[in-house]
Every structure is written in structure tokens, then in C-alpha cells.
């Protein structure tokens, strides 16, 4: 029998396996994950709010994890997370046109890191080459690998993702 606790379980699950596995794409991917020219695969499930409302949860607290684990400082930890919880919140605002999906992680991510790199790292390299670097990874991973990604799921997203998708 379907109740809403148990649609309530089921979101809350979704989320902390979203949480999960961005966690452990971040950390296996590290080398590519952290620093001016990053290309952070796991920011591919950013593609998923356009599913599931859960994972803006998923991602948010997946993208603290991933940072307090990778080692940032409290800035990225805070920030770097913000822009990732505001990607995820407009994402899914804008699930109805799948490919507007991307858009917004790209932005938040594209305006918000490279400050932190530039202020919270000190890292001395142009500003324009930070937000390009930023943006240029962002576009590989949301909008290249979260599109694919999107295509692999949507054929079997009721299953994934319940009534929700």
C-alpha cells in the first residue's frame, strides 16, 4: 500500500544515494575534481533534477561531502556547495525543456568558483582564464556528460526515479 511516509522514505532515499554517488565520482575523479581547471564529473547529475525533485538535496549535500572529503577550505565547502544547490534548484525549475537542464550549474558554477579560487586560494592566474577554465569544465561534464546521461536514464526514469520522474 502507497502512503505519503512512505513517498517521504522513498524521496529521502533517492536523495542521500544521489548524495552518495556524487561523493564518490568527486573522489575517485580528484584529480580532475579540485583546482583552476577542473572538470568534475560527478557535476554531471546535475542533470538529474530534471527527474527528481530530490535531488537538489542529493547534489547540495553531495557536493559539501565531496568537498570537506577533497579537503577544501570552509569558503569552497560553503560556496562551492551554494552553487551547486542554486544550480539544482533552477534545474529543476526548468525541467520541463530538458535541454535548459545544464544551464543553470553551468552559471552559478561558472560565476561562483572562480572567486573562490580566486579569493578563497589565492590563485593568481587571470580572472577571464578562471571563469573560461571554470566554464569550459562545467560544459564538458553538465552540459556533455549530464546530457548523455539524461538520454541514458529517460528511457527508465519511472523505475529510477517512481512517480516523481
Known sequence: MKTKQTDTIYWIARAGIIAAIYVVLTLVFAPISFGEVQVRISEALTILPL????????????????????????????????????????????????????????????????????????????????????????????GVLGELLATLLNPHKKAIFGEDA
Not at 60 to 85: E, P, Q
Not at 94 to 100: A, G, P, Q, V
Open 51 to 142: 527527474f527528481t525533485s530530490a535531488a537538489i538535496p542529493g547534489l547540495f549535500v553531495g557536493c559539501i561531502l565531496g568537498n570537506i572529503f577533497g579537503g577544501c577550505i570552509i569558503w569552497d565547502i560553503l560556496f562551492g556547495s551554494l552553487a551547486t544547490l542554486i544550480g539544482a534548484f533552477f534545474s529543476y525549475r526548468l525541467r520541463k525543456n530538458r535541454w535548459l537542464v545544464p544551464i543553470p550549474p553551468i552559471v552559478s558554477n561558472t560565476i561562483i568558483v572562480p572567486l573562490i579560487l580566486r579569493f578563497g586560494y589565492g590563485v593568481n592566474l587571470p580572472f577571464i582564464l578562471l571563469i573560461l577554465s571554470i566554464a569550459a569544465g562545467e560544459f564538458l561534464s553538465c
